[in-house]
Every structure is written in C-alpha cells, then in structure tokens.
C-alpha cells in the first residue's frame, strides 16, 4: 500500500479529465490525474482485431440489463476511440424535459451561453467541418439516398486532420497516423508540460474525507495485459477531486465511497441516458445504387465500400426541428461500425426468428462490403438506473481486457420506445425508397439496447431532487468534489455529445479554479487553447469571471 | 463436438467428410468451426475457457430435456445437443439465449465469441488471417492491407456534394 499527495486529484483522462487537468495546471495547481486504463502512443494502435491489440486494450464493453455500453478505457479516454463527430447540440436539447416534466438542464445553460465554450474547445481541438471532398463512399450514399427521398444532409464538424486520414476506419481502435485529433494530440500534452502527473492502470476504489477537510482516493493498480488482476493497491490525498471516469464509472466510484463520504445527492447512479441510440444496417442493392443514386466509384463499383472510411462524416438533421414534440426528434448519422461485437447484432432484415444468428445471418454476412449503418440519437427518458456496485471498478470483468458484465439497469419507458420506433421507421422509408437496401435494426434483445455515448448518470441541474451536481458541477452535499464528463450531461442530446462534454467541462473549470483558491491552492484561470491561440480565451473571459463567482 | 455443434449453429458451415456429426451442413462454404471458433474459445483471454467444462454438460442436459419435451428420439452415439437436428439447436439456442432465461449470460457469450470467430477471427492477427485465407474475414470481403500491415485507401469519396444543406446550419457546421 503506497500513499501520497497532490493538489488536485482527477479520475480519468477522457474529455472531463483532460480538460480540467490542463487548465488547473497551466494555473499552477499540482495536478495528478488517475487513469484505469493503459497509456498507449500512435505506434501502439493497431489495424488488428487480434485479443490484446489496441482494439481490446483501449476500450470496454460493459453488458449491463437491458443496456450496453461501449467507452473509452485508456490515457485519453473516450477521445482515443470515438469517431471525431463534433457537432454542437441543437437549441432545443437545452429546453427539453425529459423525464421530470419540466426544464431539466439548469436555467443558465442554454445554447447561446455554451456556444462561447464550444468555441474554445473547436479552437482547442480543433473541430473543422467537413466538405463533400472529405465525406466517404458511405456518407455520400446516405447524403445521395437522403436527398433521393427529399431530405436534407450535411458532412459533419469532425476533429479530424483530413491531410493525414488514409480512410482505414480502424480508428475505434486508436489512429496511428495521428489524423484524429484525440486528448493525445492536444489537452493532455499541453497538461504535461506544465507539470500535471498522468499515471495509468489506476483504477480508482473509493473517496473518503480526510480530518482536514480534503479528500483520499483510494485506487488499485491494474495489470497491463489482464485487467482482471490488481498487482498493488494505494492512495493519495488531494484538497480537489475531480471524478471524470465516464458515465458508466464515476457514479459507481460515488456509490462505493457512500460509506465513507455519507449518503448521496438522489441523482447519482440514476437518470442514466443511452443519448437515445439505436443502430441499423441496411444491406444494400448495388444495381439500385448505380440506377436509382446514380453513384458509382473510381474503380467501377457502385458502391462496397463499407470497410473504406473515417466513422460517420454525413447527417440528417432534418428532424431536429424544435417545433416538433419531444421524443420525436433525432438526428441520422450514417456510421461505420467494424466486424466483432457489432456484427452479430446486425439482424437480417425481414428474416424469420432468429435474425440474429443462423443461415439466413451467414449470408448478410457474405454481403458485408454493401452494408451501410445508419446511427439514430433520439431522446430517451433517462431511465437507466445503477444497481449496486460491483467489488471493483464499474463491472465484473470477464474477459482479460474489453468485456465485462456491469449493474446498469435499462428499461425503456414508452416515450422512449416511441422515439426509437419512428427514427428507425424514418430510416428505413428511406433507405427502402426504389429498392435501394433493406434494413433492419440492431436487435436488443441479445445485450440489450447499447450506447457508445453514456451520459446523464449524475447530471447537473438547478433541483436537488433530480439532479447530482449544482449547476457548476460540485457534488451536491460534498464541496470540493467535482465531476466533469458525460455523467453530467442531464439528457440525450439527439446528436454526438463529445463537443457538449467538452464544452461542459471547460465551463467548469473556472468555478473549479476558484473552490480550489478556496482551499488554498496557489493556481489561476487563464490558460489560453494547447497550442497558444487565444480567441477562444478572449470570448469566455466575462463569462469565466461571472463562473468562479467573482 | 457439443461446443462445435453450438459454433456451427451461429454461423453454420459446410460437413468437413460426409460423417461430420457436430456440422449440420445446412450452408455452403466454412463456417464458425471452419474459421476456428473452438481455438478461439480456448484462448484464455477470451474469459469464458473454464466456464467451457461446465457449459458443455449443461448443453447436453437442456437438449436432454428439449428432445424429452418435444419426443424426439435422440442417436444415443452422440452427444444429446449434436444429436439435435439444426434446427432444433437453432430453437433452443434461441430459449437459452431469451431475455430472463438465467443462464442468458453464458450462452450469450459464447454465441459472441463464435460470432466473431468467424467475423475477426480474434484468435488471429487479422493481416496474416487474411493472407492465410481465413474463411470468415475472405467471406466477409475484408481487403488485404498494404506490405506493412496497415490499410489505407487513397480513394474513398465520390467527391461530390449529394444533397443540400440543412437550411439552418451554423457557420460551425453544427445544427442550430
């Protein structure tokens, strides 16, 4: 058992992690950020499926009841394995109710007062949009079947570096040719030069309080190649806690300290969102394709491109339409998802039970190259709720790396199933139009509904009854505790949330500075973007000031 | 031949010789078992490897009871789940796999590591599985990647703008 000491102590080094380590180091704070997962460098990620490639270090896939969940699980966190789909939320997500019936986000949150973070974060990242030079075979054929059908379609903002992609869409497992713009690439180096301290395959336990009024964070030191097995166990102490594990982790670590911290805010481990997922795979008529799309490559083919390409680089926002009742507005992304545990969720569309696995499934498999998936965000019910937690980390792990069995409970309510019924009628309309495909969605009824976008699991929010954090992120009832990822994004937001999370997290940061003066750390808010640009510095500075409560 | 009978079901093959008990031949072309889901189960990084003495007997116990049920006379020869008929294994790996059914877990598993066997042959370095001619990832159309190992695609567009804009798109290129 080894102990120490730091500052400011963060838990995980995804978007919320990063972030805040960045910004409280440039200020001068000790920073020391653990991290439950390896630290892996351009050369480690893979082109391989192979069990112990970046594929199965880098992430984790926790099978829960009625929902899965699909997250980072290394330095960088969520950044590392996520497709670099930046866009903003629409206006509407910050008005929505959701399951409490009345405003859920906190009052002073509304699009016009994050667009300045967004800001910051595109600067910092940076997001660029995308033009129809960058944008796939298969976002050009989804844009090409949304317009056939009389809809609109636009390449998204993506943090990619378009000069360097070489469309292998191996980046799930990592990018080795550094085109995506991870935490690697930006906050987490910019944090290391001013000193923050990031150590890997620490799984954190538990936090108690100490005599002092700060906090120990008690962790066990996890094996690089089984992460089944703890080799050490220890402890540091910090006046600052900053949980930022992701929304499947951090409200686990919070119902494991409740003895020690005492009890609770109400909305820790509940209100979980699955950002209203839901995929589908069409299968598609390549002679419809060339006749109806008039679409055709360089090499003749019309279109068999669905292992070429860089994740989803084309949505359908034409149903994120205010006007429109909540739980029936979504957005439609068109997606690609590698072979493994996404393949045999695939059903075969219009087949006979079982769909999901058998002959008939073989031979959709055998068309594998014409399959276009087609990702729906709609907006969910926040109806997920955590059990209790596991003896370690989020999950009961069962393979060496990846797969883990965790406490999550989904049950989706009508408003949800209603949401997820016309996204995947919308999307089938359309990708049936003239023959084009035949589609079908995702079954859930092998591992549940499944997310690769957590959210909502200790949400900020003005009530304490429903909500986790203040609106400034602090832990209801526990000063000097801090949580900055996708656990306190209070809903789903019908697109993809890593821009919101990011966004959220550099809002935070400014209270975060001032409660650590507070508490007698020697630190200041100021930084400007990683690589020294300070437009996006300029834009915030009234607002920061009025955050850290000056 | 019990796990392989299971493998074959999720995605069934071709009879290896004409007495292939554990194939149930109902498709042309290799399937799971071809494409080594059994080497693929007994790779400890997988986690399931020492639950496999277990689920095997607890296979043959439940096509015990399902032929009981259904009165289906059973080759005694073999084990009770290969003595099954395809689609007989098809019906009760839809039972055992069914939502509330308490061993969900275990067959769902092993459902997914049969599954990928077959479609990225974890048990393998996916470039030399694809030199070597792995039935699955060959099947699936997955393309060969360059000398050193990793792919790219210098062509990957139709380079050309395929629908408008949403009309109230941001000068971020995000929805407003």
Known sequence: MTSDKTEVLIVGSGFGGAIAAYHLAAGGAKVTVLERGPWLESKDFDHDFLLGSSYTRAFDFVVGDGMSVLGGNCVGGGSVVYFAAMPRAPRFVFERHGSIGRRMWPAEITRDTLDPWYDRVSESIPVSQQDWNDVTYSGGLWAAACHHSGRTA????????????????????????????????????????????????????????????????HYNVIDDVDYRVHTESGSIEAKIVILAAGAGATPVILQRSEESLGKMPHGVGRYFSGNGERLNTAILNEDKVREVLGLSREDGLAYEANQIGKGPTVACWDRLDENLPEYSRYSMEQLYFPPGLGTILAQVPGGDAPTWFGKEKKEILKRWRSWLTIFLMTEDDNEGVFGSPPPTGNAFRVSQQMLGRGALKYDPTPNTLSGWAKADAEVKEI?????????????????????????????IGDDAGTSALHPNHELRDHPGIFVTDGSAVPGALTVNPAMTIAALAERAVPGIVKAAQNRGIDVKYGAPSPDGATSGRRGVTKLALSLAGD | MTLEAYADTIVPGEKRHPDDHAIAGVSEGPGSVEAGAIELLETEATGVTAGLDFLVPMLNAHA???????????????????????????????????????????WVSLALFCNMAFDSAPHLSTAQAIADGHPGLLAMGITKPDADGLWRFPNYSYGRQLAELHPDTTPSGSPA
């Open chain 1, 431 to 459: 990708m049936e139009k003239d023959g084009l495909a035949k589609i079908a969605p995702w079954t859930n009824d092998v591992v549940g509904a499944y997310t690769v976008h957590p959210l909502a699991s200790c949400r």
């Open chain 1, 154 to 217: 636009n390449p998204t903002p993506v943090a990619i570096d378009n000069a360097k992609c070489t469309n292998c869409n191996w980046m799930m497992g990592g990018c080795q040719f550094d085109a995506k713009r991870s935490l690697l690439t930006n906050y987490l180096p910019a944090a290391l030069a001013h000193g923050a301290t990031i150590r890997p395959l620490h799984e954190v336990q538990k936090i108690e309080r100490t005599d002092d009024g700060g906090y120990r964070v």
């Open chain 2, 64 to 106: 015990k009871a399902y032929a009981e049920e259904h009165e289906l006379a059973l080759d005694p020869s073999l084990p009770e789940f290969v003595a099954l008929s395809y689609e007989d294994r098809v019906q009760l790996i839809v039972k055992l796999t069914k939502n509330g059914h308490p061993e969900k877990d275990g």
